[in-house]
């Protein structure tokens, strides 16, 4: 049954054959601890007609396309944006895109960056929030940052495994704990290193609503007392915080709600599924946490689900009804 569509998705994968086999090749099988859905554009679009969702921003999710071989990284980066780019032409209205980079090479990102958004003119770009051993905020990306900054490209960053967890005894998959602290990790360090004071046009989505940035958000302020950081981040760790745009996937319960209200303003929150990683059940769970949360008005709930995605993205105009 088709509902009234109206939800825009930030947060929205897909995981196409030629990247999945891709993967398969050299021996990557799993994303996060668990297998890689199955995906095409018709069960998708199915799964956004039942749930309201008149457009989704798709990505490819971890563990993205860096393994170690950076001409593979290029190969499939490229192959995974034209996949992107067909997905958004050959179903106008109801897909946006971000690119996929080849980092850590920062000169083939650039590179891959101006024919993703130029001649393919996808909508912004999905960053892991690590690559390699290397987080966001690493002075080494300072010349990517440099050019997204001036194009104000919109950066969606998704949580990867945190570097070095392959070394401890913990069994549960790593998109259960650590892809939340991956996240909470980036968000740092693109503060401690001055990277959103150094390129303030670029907007940053956090997904699942941040990670812990919320609850650990005044545990973070300890930056404020680094010297180094005073330089590089003169406004405070909280205003920084608040720069950021954080969306439900997975968290749109009384518990995570509270903390991510008391830190940002409701224009900064973003609808978010997680799609098909996150199974089509917890779509649902995110709408019915978003409406029956008490401290979310109509106008908020609206803004949240559609209207801060359009401020966001101001190309989907065109398609507003």
């Known amino acids: 049954m088709i509902t009234e569509l109206h939800r825009i998705d930030v947060h929205h994968h897909i995981a196409p054959s030629g990247y999945v086999k891709a993967l398969e090749k050299i021996g990557i099988t799993t994303a996060g601890g668990a ?24 990505s490819i999710s971890a563990p993205g396309v860096y393994f170690g071989d950076i001409t593979f990284t290029c190969n499939v980066s490229r192959r995974c944006n034209e996949i992107l780019a067909h997905l958004v032409s050959d179903y106008p209205g109801r897909f946006g895109a971000f690119a996929v980079l080849p980092l850590p090479d920062v000169e083939a990102a650039v590179e891959e960056l101006a024919y993703a958004l130029d001649t393919l003119k996808l909508d912004g770009v999905g960053l892991l929030t690590s690559i ?72 940053f989505i956090l997904s ?37 745009y954080y969306d439900t996937a997975l968290s749109a319960t ?11 303003d409701p224009s900064h929150i973003l609808f978010g599924t ?18 029956s949360y008490d401290r979310f008005d109509v106008q908020t ?20 009804k």
């Open 35 to 58: 297998p890689f859905p199955k995906w095409s554009p018709e069960s998708t679009i199915d799964m956004m007609d039942r749930n309201g969702i008149a457009t989704a921003f798709a």
């Open 132 to 203: 390699g051993d290397q987080y966001l905020g690493d002075p080494d990306f300072d010349p990517l940052f440099d050019e997204l900054n001036r194009r104000k490209t919109v950066v969606y960053t998704h949580p990867s495994i945190p570097p070095g967890s392959d070394k401890a005894k913990f069994e549960i998959p790593a998109f259960v704990v650590d892809f939340i602290f991956d996240t909470t990790r980036a968000a740092s360090n693109l503060i401690y290193n001055g990277t959103l004071e150094r390129f303030p046009d670029i907007p």
């Open 208 to 244: 699942h609503a941040g990670g812990a940035v919320p609850y650990l958000a005044m545990r973070i302020t300890v930056l404020d007392t680094f010297p180094i950081v005073k330089e590089r981040a003169p406004k405070g760790v909280i205003d920084y915080l608040k720069l950021f």
């Open 254 to 264: 009384r518990y995570a709600f509270p903390a991510l209200q008391e830190l940002v």
């Open 274 to 291: 997680d799609y098909p990683f996150a199974p089509e059940p917890a779509t649902a769970m995110t709408i019915a946490g978003i409406n």
């Open 301 to 320: 709930r609206k803004a949240i689900e559609r209207d801060n995605a359009f401020a966001l993205f101001p190309q989907l105009q065109k398609y507003k």
